[in-house]
């Protein structure tokens, strides 16, 4: 495996030697798909397709919407994040690395034998994770339990939880849905990372979801539709869904986004849900995301 200092050098040495802002969420994306890339790369590991389309929504929630401290991850009054999505738990590490939860250089351990960055979440020995996932389905029930925790504690600190659309086809989620509406959970925010597609074709050619944001407000949800590709437009919806509170309901964000985005050839293309960069595909990858750095 190669060693992860040639993998600093050609990111954080790529800004000319300038420090560099990982509370820019901009830059935390861009890190975000650059670290996922090396990640799948050295591990032939998968999901790349979906690290890069939900990059910005981690990058948002770890540049200043999440209340988590680096030097005390088990803080009692930290906001809790279920990424129910697991399978792309490559730009999860990306980002709590980069915010100091742990070394950098462990990134390129990713999906290695012995390894404690599994291939899917785990919050086993991970400082900042609150919950193994990557059983689709599972991540919203357990966010309104934790939800429901803090409510019957009167606690301030609120539970977020990032889907992916296609695990919205599992029932769990709607009965999830549901009882957070019936608990009046409005500390409980949502948020869908909405790139069309699932496993083996878009979602609406396996199951369809439309119209998405008219069955969350029928399960009793405030909704918000915007760009999950645009870090001002999420910012602005997660300030939102924290003015929610008070409501009396739920808040889900559903975040429209392209699933494989910075890279041309993977976006909108099925087959990077699960194929790994390799050889020349890296390279080509590699030379994109290198020409759109911040």
């Not at 650059?34 to 990640?39: A, F, I, S, V």
Request: net charge negative; aromatic share 8%.
């Amino acid at each position: 495996m190669p060693a992860f200092a040639s993998y600093e050098e050609k990111t954080h040495a790529a800004f000319g030697g300038a420090p560099i802002n990982v509370r820019d969420p901009k830059v935390l994306a861009w890190l975000i798909r650059r670290h996922g890339l090396e990640m799948t790369h050295l591990s032939r590991g998968s999901h790349i397709g979906a690290v890069f389309s939900v990059a910005e929504i981690v990058a948002t929630l770890y540049t200043g919407v999440l209340h988590v401290d680096p030097a005390d991850p088990a803080l009692p009054d930290r906001d809790r994040l279920v990424y129910s999505k697991g399978h792309a738990g490559a730009a999860v590490y990306a980002a709590l690395a980069e915010n100091g939860f742990f070394p950098v250089e462990e990134l390129s351990t990713h999906y290695g034998n012995g390894s404690r960055l599994s291939g899917h979440v785990s919050h086993k020995g991970i400082p900042g994770v609150e919950f193994s996932t990557g059983s689709l389905g599972h991540g919203l029930a357990v966010a309104a339990g934790m939800a429901m925790s803090a409510k019957l504690d009167k606690a301030a600190w609120r539970t977020y939880a990032v889907l992916g659309d296609g695990e919205c086809d599992e029932g769990s989620v709607w009965e999830a849905a549901l009882q957070a509406h019936q608990f009046k959970l409005d500390n409980l925010i949502a948020v869908v990372d909405h790139n069309h597609m699932q496993s083996l074709d878009f979602c609406e050619n396996t199951l369809a979801l439309e119209p998405f944001a008219d069955k969350w407000r029928d399960f009793g949800w405030n909704v918000m539709v915007a760009d999950g590709h645009d870090t001002d437009a999420l910012r602005a919806a997660f300030d939102q869904a924290k003015a929610n509170l008070g409501t009396e309901k739920p808040t889900v964000i559903i975040a429209e986004t392209t699933k494989g985005k910075g890279v041309s050839f993977m976006e909108n293309n099925i087959l990077w849900h699960y194929r790994t960069p390799q050889g020349e595909e890296y390279e080509a990858a590699l030379k994109e995301l290198e020409a759109q750095r911040p």
